[in-house]
């Protein structure tokens, strides 16, 4: 996990968020191999360096990034159908962002982050430097829980494809 305990500075942005108690149920639901909080918090804490190293607004990044993702429906579990988890995966920007706001008073620039997360698999194109950080960001924070989550699966993947190729090469 992030070890973000110690940045002060961070912490001051996010104990609000990170206190609330509705917010803190999606330390129960699984994503992407890891919890909803924990990918949260890492998508918040790297956007946060980001922002911070590049001079922008780094303080609305630490609370966008750790609310980009508050939603609690499960549908994120890939046993349901497929038409579901697509469906869901543009739509959950919206449900985040109507929690957020519900919960948290927030800047325009913080809810354009919320809602333009998913940009591109999502139509909405992000407005502000703030905003594509945390869509980037996001979107590496996926694929390295994906690939810890699958690890085996892929390696397994890759060794079987180049022993297939061997074969085919001798």
């Not at 998508?43 to 630490?62: G, I, N, P, R």
């Not at 810890?148 to 085919?168: D, W």
């Amino acid at each position: 996990m992030v070890d973000y305990h110690q940045d002060k500075h961070y912490i001051r942005f996010v104990k609000p968020i990170l206190e609330n108690k509705e917010f803190n149920q999606i330390g129960t639901i699984e994503h992407h191999g890891t919890t909803r909080m924990n990918h949260s918090i890492r998508v918040s804490y790297y956007s946060y360096k980001l922002a911070k190293l590049f001079h922008l607004d780094y303080d609305q990044v630490a609370r966008a990034g750790l609310l980009h993702d508050f939603f609690l429906d499960r549908t994120t579990d890939y046993k349901k159908s497929k038409d579901k988890v697509i469906l869901f995966t543009t739509g959950h920007p919206k449900v985040a962002l109507e929690n957020a706001k519900k919960h948290f008073k927030l800047t325009e620039k913080e809810e354009d982050m919320i809602k333009t997360h998913m940009f591109p698999v999502d139509y909405r194109i992000p407005k502000y430097a703030e905003s594509w950080i945390i869509c980037l960001v996001d979107k590496c924070v996926g694929v390295y829980e994906f690939g810890r989550k699958f690890k085996f699966q892929l390696s397994y993947a890759v060794n079987f494809s180049m022993l297939f190729l061997l074969n085919i090469l001798k």
